[in-house]
């Protein structure tokens, strides 16, 4: 039965954890018993996807987004994170956390944005410093004729987003498109600087919906959960792969939890 250092270590080659932004939480959150059969990935370690992993005797839970995502001084039932985590340490089950290193690694999130587009020429917007080939976030030249109007229909359908939203002028040609997964809002200041037209993210707020616009920068948020649950399956793929008689299934109870009347 594969050993839990066999598993994390395929992890690290998938993603690598210098990749992580420096106030990112990333690893092995949670240890867990040392044979490593069940795996399961999730986008989101919810209540719901911790009692999953329990009744399904999960082994290890490969959660994006970290959690604890900042440190606890207490863990107990008081709280929803505290009940999380009993649950897990009780049933033996760990957590891992790859967030922002697969967001940056080569195949990760960003990169499979990047290729779902077509786009050409793609670079990361800053490359790491011992491979540039990888790094922070994708961009790259939409093909010709492509407005942001039509790539914001091809996201819908290919990521099944219920809603979309636009940012500036949506009938111009996309042009050079900045990919930021997630929450992209923060660095559109460095997208616009990087050459880009048009920036792809997960979601933005109001006054960075306005910096755009004054940066002259056209915006795709497509939502948080639906610009990276999808990659959850080749990340989960790739494990499977790496360590042969490992099982690795994905969250059934991992939704996003925004719905749109």
Do not use: Y
Not at 184 to 190: A, P, T, W
């Amino acid at each position: 039965m594969p050993k839990l250092p066999d598993v994390t270590a395929a992890l690290e080659r998938i993603a690598p954890l210098r990749l992580a932004a420096e106030w990112d939480s990333v690893g092995l959150l949670v240890a867990p018993r040392n044979a490593i059969r069940r795996v399961m990935t999730c986008l989101t370690l919810t209540p719901e996807v911790a009692d999953e992993a329990v009744r399904e005797r999960i082994d290890l839970v490969v959660t994006h987004h970290p959690l604890p995502f900042r440190p606890v001084d207490r863990i107990t039932p008081d709280t929803a994170t505290g009940r999380v985590l009993l649950a897990l340490i009780g049933s033996g089950c760990g957590v891992w956390s790859s967030h922002t290193a697969w967001d940056s690694g080569s195949g990760g999130i960003n990169q499979q944005l990047a290729a779902m587009l077509s786009l050409a020429s793609v670079t990361p917007i800053t490359p790491d410093s011992e491979d540039a080939t990888i790094g922070f976030g994708r961009m790259g030249c939409a093909p010709q004729g492509i407005t942001v109007t039509s790539m914001a229909n091809l996201l819908a359908d290919r990521l099944g987003a219920a809603r979309i939203q636009i940012v500036g002028d949506r009938n111009r040609a996309a042009g050079r498109v900045g990919i930021v997964c997630g929450s992209g809002g923060d660095l559109i200041g460095e997208v616009a600087a990087a050459g880009c037209q048009t920036l792809l993210t997960g979601e933005l707020k109001l006054h960075q919906a306005l910096e755009a616009i004054a940066s002259g920068l056209a915006v795709i948020a497509v939502g948080h959960h639906a610009s990276e649950h999808f990659s959850l399956a080749s990340l989960g793929g790739r494990l499977a792969e790496a360590i042969p008689g490992i099982e690795v299934t994905a969250s059934a109870s991992d939704r996003d939890p925004i719905t749109w009347l």
